[in-house]
T-cell receptor, first 108, second 116 residues
């Protein structure tokens, strides 16, 4: 299985952008890049996914490097509700393989 | 819209007892997944079903664990007999299809299981 590498933790101030990096140097041409987050005491929540092009939705933006070996999840204005563990996952057709993720702390 | 519903939310039982966890997927979803989360191992996929048929149960830890999906709106994960090392949060997730790697999975709030 292709693996991802993420920083263990990141801190941000409220209402500032957060850029979460993810390295996936062994990504194959058909691997989709998915991001999920898990708020305290809740199940994981889908955030966004992409293949080659940058993607935007109401929650976040996903910037994918041209060689696809890395990507960045962008939270445009962090709120206290965005404090969570963020997982970058290379999705095979069936499975989500969760790593340790990045714990995001948002300071008021 | 109702999300994935799991019951019970919390379960505390003694070692050796049978434990049954329940899941109701989102209506119209035809894929269902059971995960387990522990501090040591993180989130692990145990088994997944497509159209009520188990597709891959390679993540099920041992024969004490079994899962069924008798119809499209209900699944159970059973542990018999339970052991303290089974203590974890168990999540159920559903999605509208397998394949293509594009369909997001929707997770329930989990069952926190404690085996004494």
């Amino acid at each position: 299985d292709a693996k991802t590498t993420q920083p263990n933790s990141m801190e941000s101030n409220e209402e500032e952008p957060v850029h979460l990096p993810c390295n996936h140097s062994t990504i194959s041409g058909t691997d989709y890049i998915h991001w999920y987050r898990q708020l305290p005491s809740q199940g994981p929540e889908y955030v966004i996914h992409g293949l080659t092009s940058n993607v935007n939705n109401r929650m976040a933006s996903l910037a994918i490097a041209e060689d696809r070996k890395s990507s960045t999840l962008i939270l445009h204005r962090a709120t206290l509700r965005d404090a969570a563990v963020y997982y970058c996952i290379l999705r095979d057709p069936y499975k989500l393989s969760f790593g340790a993720g990045t714990t995001v702390t948002v300071r008021a | 819209d109702a999300g994935v519903i799991q019951s019970p939310r919390h379960e505390v039982t003694e070692m050796g007892q049978e434990v049954t966890l329940r899941c109701k997927p989102i209506s119209g979803h035809n894929s269902l997944f059971w995960y387990r989360q522990t501090m040591m191992r993180g989130l692990e996929l145990l088994i997944y079903f497509n159209n009520n048929v188990p597709i891959d149960d390679s993540g099920m830890p041992e024969d004490r664990f079994s899962a069924k999906m008798p119809n499209a709106s209900f699944s159970t994960l059973k542990i018999q007999p339970s052991e303290p090392r089974d203590s974890a949060v168990y999540f159920c997730a559903s999605s509208s299809g397998l394949g293509h790697g594009t369909k997001p999975q929707h997770f329930g709030d989990g069952t926190r299981l404690s085996i004494l």
